[in-house]
């Protein structure tokens, strides 16, 4: 009886616990994002400029101002493209997963939301769908509804704080927990060709391996429970080096046939090990059929001590100036952010901080609006915290050694000591005394090498709110 009580005891705190996050991650101010006219902006790789005359009038969710000191990538090999519309069309394509509430409720608790603990494990799912966009879509691909979306026109969401609240806290005293759906909005159906419907199906398909359901390969439920095996359980926080081994295994463990051609691969000790992640892409399909998967590359690293040192400036802009790039799971000390780009020395960033209702992604035709994001953030380089997890997506083996030459140059031009931030070396992890992680783990998440390294990133990790 007393541990029924006790029991009964967490499940009424945590429904309030609940229903306050709810709350505050309700009350979102629309704060005005400020671009120069005069520098470019990078988005994963690509570059678009504002200077047109009339083009950046068209963008309404976008603020200019005329300071700015232009930027110092004249020489990188980018296609400059677009104007504004094409940047605001590109960004809302991204794929924004943020907090949620009324889900199905987390095995082993009582949440049914993710508010004031999981905004890591929301920019770790981003970067994963980044890259799973590139492998599906290609980085060429667009939202054809994206301009459709219309910030001015979205939820008030200062207006709703209080009907949110009301309604948490009535449902956190009768149990009224039943998931919701959001009702579907935008514009009607229009008519699509082949490759428009082909890239459609992709694109939902993507989203619904990202789903908030136990059933989803990447959602929410999965990757707690992979968490669980190193320790973590539903409501702790969770740092960008631990989610980048969740996500790893999340990818070995994942069972659909359209995800065999992917791989995920996680650097050690800073040191990303050539032979191991092509022995990764060369591994053998769970159907026995050989063939080269492609492989998303994480990179747990530190750029400085207790803050950030602004000498690693400018080669974070070079990490985000590169297409195969995925983004970067960051953020400032008590926020995760998922950076996708820049312009001078501010990086632009999706914020998952923001509690949206549960969509029930099985559903044919789910609304779609929710998982795209209709304006950028902004943040000053010198306010990230030093933690972070770097991603980039490479197709085939021969990308990877391209990437791998390239990222290494950047990696020793904007060095100013003795080491670089990380480094390619050839061989395996093995040959330098290092246990390898297996490529497919039946009893643990993580090996024993990576439990004492993770110990070591976790006592040095910002907690997350």
Same mark, same amino acid.
């Not at 988005?43 to 200019?64: D, N």
């Not at 400018?314 to 995925?326: M, N, P």
């Not at 029930?360 to 997890?389: A, Q, W």
């Given at each position: 009886m007393e541990a029924t009580g006790t029991d009964e005891v967490e499940k009424i705190k945590s429904k309030f616990m609940s229903a306050w996050h709810n709350m505050k991650y309700s009350w979102v101010l629309k704060t005005k994002t400020y671009f120069s006219r005069?520098?470019?902006?990078?988005?994963?790789?690509?570059? #678009?400029?504002?200077?047109?005359?009339?083009?950046?009038?068209?963008?309404? $969710?976008?603020?200019?101002?005329s300071a700015g000191d232009g930027s110092n990538f004249d020489k +990188?090999?980018?296609?400059?493209?677009?104007?504004?519309e094409e940047f605001r069309k590109d960004f809302i394509s991204r794929i924004w997963l943020t907090y949620r509430e009324e889900f199905p409720q987390i095995k082993g608790s009582a949440l049914t939301t993710d508010c004031g603990w999981g905004c890591t494990l929301r920019t770790g799912q981003m970067l994963l769908a980044q890259g799973l966009m590139l492998h599906f879509l290609g980085r060429a691909w667009v939202w054809p509804d994206a301009l459709d979306m219309d910030s001015?026109?979205?939820?008030?969401?200062?207006?709703? %704080?209080?009907?949110?609240?009301?309604?948490?806290?009535?449902? &956190?005293?009768?149990?009224?927990?039943?998931?919701?759906?959001?009702?579907?909005?935008?514009?009607?159906r229009r008519s699509w060709d082949v490759t428009e419907m082909r890239n459609e199906v992709y694109h939902r398909k993507i989203i619904s391996w990202f789903g908030d359901s136990p059933l989803a390969a990447f959602g929410l439920h999965q990757l707690i429970e992979y968490g669980k095996k190193s320790g973590k359980i539903a409501g702790d926080w969770y740092g960008p080096a631990v989610v980048a081994h969740i996500l790893r295994?999340?990818?070995?463990?994942?069972?659909?046939?359209?995800?065999?051609? !992917?791989?995920? #691969?996680?650097?050690?000790?800073? %040191? !990303? *090990? &050539? $032979?191991d992640v092509i022995d990764r892409q060369c591994s053998f399909m769970d159907s026995g059929k050989a063939g080269?998967?492609?492989?998303? @590359?994480?990179?747990?690293?530190?750029?400085?001590?207790?803050?950030?040192?602004?000498? #690693?400036?400018?080669? !974070?802009?070079? @990490?985000?100036?590169?297409? *195969?790039?995925?983004? +970067?799971?960051?953020?400032?000390?008590?926020? &995760?952010? *998922?950076?996708?780009?820049?312009q001078d020395d501010s990086l632009i960033y999706m914020d998952p901080h #923001?509690?949206?209702?549960?969509?029930?992604?099985? @559903?044919?035709?789910?609304?779609?609006?929710?998982?795209?994001?209709?304006?950028?953030?902004?943040?000053?380089?010198?306010?990230?915290?030093?933690?972070?997890? @770097?991603?980039? *997506?490479?197709?085939t083996v021969q990308d990877f050694e391209k990437a791998s030459e390239e990222i290494t140059k950047m990696l020793n031009s904007s060095s100013k000591e003795k080491y670089p931030l990380f480094t390619f070396v050839k061989g395996h992890s093995r040959d330098y005394d290092f246990a390898s992680s297996p490529l497919h783990e039946e009893n643990e998440l993580?090996?024993?090498?990576?439990?004492?390294?993770?110990?070591?990133?976790?006592?040095?990790?910002?907690?997350?709110?």
């Open positions: 005069n520098s470019p902006v990078f988005l994963l790789g690509k570059c #678009y400029h504002f200077k047109t005359e009339g083009e950046y009038r068209a963008l309404h $969710s976008l603020q200019f101002s +990188i090999n980018t296609e400059i493209s677009g104007n504004v001015s026109e979205a939820e008030s969401w200062t207006s709703n %704080t209080v009907r949110k609240l009301t309604a948490s806290l009535e449902a &956190s005293l009768t149990a009224d927990r039943d998931p919701k759906v959001l009702p579907q909005r935008g514009p009607a295994k999340a990818v070995e463990e994942a069972r659909d046939p359209e995800l065999q051609g !992917v791989t995920v #691969y996680v650097a050690q000790d800073c %040191t !990303v *090990y &050539s $032979s080269t998967k492609a492989v998303i @590359i994480l990179v747990p690293v530190r750029l400085g001590g207790e803050r950030t040192n602004t000498d #690693y400036l400018e080669f !974070v802009k070079g @990490i985000l100036s590169l297409e *195969y790039c995925v983004g +970067i799971i960051g953020g400032k000390p008590k926020q &995760s952010y *998922y950076f996708a780009g820049f #923001y509690c949206q209702s549960f969509v029930d992604v099985s @559903i044919k035709d789910f609304p779609l609006e929710s998982f795209h994001c209709p304006s950028p953030k902004k943040m000053s380089f010198k306010k990230m915290d030093p933690s972070c997890t @770097i991603g980039f *997506y490479c197709r993580f090996s024993e090498d990576e439990k004492k390294r993770l110990k070591r990133f976790s006592t040095e990790e910002f907690v997350l709110l």
